[in-house]
T-cell receptor, first 117, second 114 residues
Framework: AQKVTQAQTEISVVEKEDVTLDCVYE???????LFWYKQPPSGELVFLIR????DEQNEISGRYSWNFQKSTSSFNFTITASQVVDSAVYFC??????????????WGLGTSLAVNP | DAGVIQSPRHEVTEMGQEVTLRCKLI?????LFWYRQTMMRGLELLIY????????DSGMPEDRFSAKMPNASFSTLKIQPSEPRDSAVYFC????????????FGPGTRLLVL
């Protein structure tokens, strides 16, 4: 069965530290997609990135970077020079092929990141 | 462009009452997802639709829950009768199509059943 594991339940860092959030997945699909979402204290779920299984290039967006490694089934997320505004719960998700070729997301339990001043 | 719109944002009701949550999809999106989030169970997919048709409702907790899409841009999630254990944040999300997996979430409805 498809599965997403975010082993780190909570992480606490001091501002300006770099932090990496781990995501390990299991799937038998040959084509799949991986996602990261952010849920700040205000509660909304914000889409950060989508990566398909054929593209293993790392992605960088400002202070955010993502490392996708199929060999280890991991899709890790690094925040460089963290800031207090990065404090949030971060979710990793994997798409699953369902009935009628429709896809739905399998979610990890999230990692709560606290960035302290 | 407007994002996913949910109403109400907060709902407090008493056990046994009917609760209706509403969701408007992003214009042009064809897939709709209803989720529930609690501290104990995390983010759970309740049901999803594609082109107004329910595809998978295996996450709906029990018969007290029902969801509809009366048209291509609008959906309701109804709980009747409500129970205290239904207290949660309910999110809806939409995506462009059943092949376009990026889901965009509404702000959520925080439900408290007393």
């Amino acid at each position: 069965a498809q599965k997403v594991t975010q082993a780190q339940t909570e992480i606490s860092v001091v501002e300006k530290e770099d932090v990496t959030l781990d995501c390990v997945y299991e799937t038998r699909d040959t084509t799949y997609y991986l996602f990261w979402y952010k849920q700040p204290p205000s509660g909304e779920l914000v889409f950060l990135i989508r990566r398909n299984s054929f593209d293993e290039q790392n992605e960088i967006s400002g202070r955010y970077s993502w490392n996708f490694q199929k060999s280890t089934s991991s899709f890790n997320f690094t925040i460089t020079a963290s800031q207090v505004v990065d404090s949030a719960v971060y979710f990793c998700a994997l798409s699953e092929l369902g009935p009628g070729n429709n896809r739905k997301l399998i979610w990890g339990l999230g990692t709560s990141l606290a960035v302290n001043p | 462009d407007a994002g996913v719109i949910q109403s109400p944002r907060h709902e407090v009701t008493e056990m046994g009452q009917e609760v209706t949550l509403r969701c408007k999809l992003i214009s042009g999106h064809n897939s709709l997802f209803w989720y529930r989030q609690t501290m104990m169970r995390g983010l759970e997919l309740l049901i999803y639709f594609n082109n107004n048709v329910p595809i998978d409702d295996s996450g709906m907790p029990e018969d007290r829950f029902s969801a509809k899409m009366p048209n291509a841009s609008f959906s309701t999630l109804k709980i009747q009768p409500s129970e205290p254990r239904d207290s949660a944040v309910y999110f809806c999300a939409s995506s462009l199509s059943r092949f376009q997996e990026t889901q965009y979430f509404g702000p959520g409805t925080r439900l408290l059943v007393l």
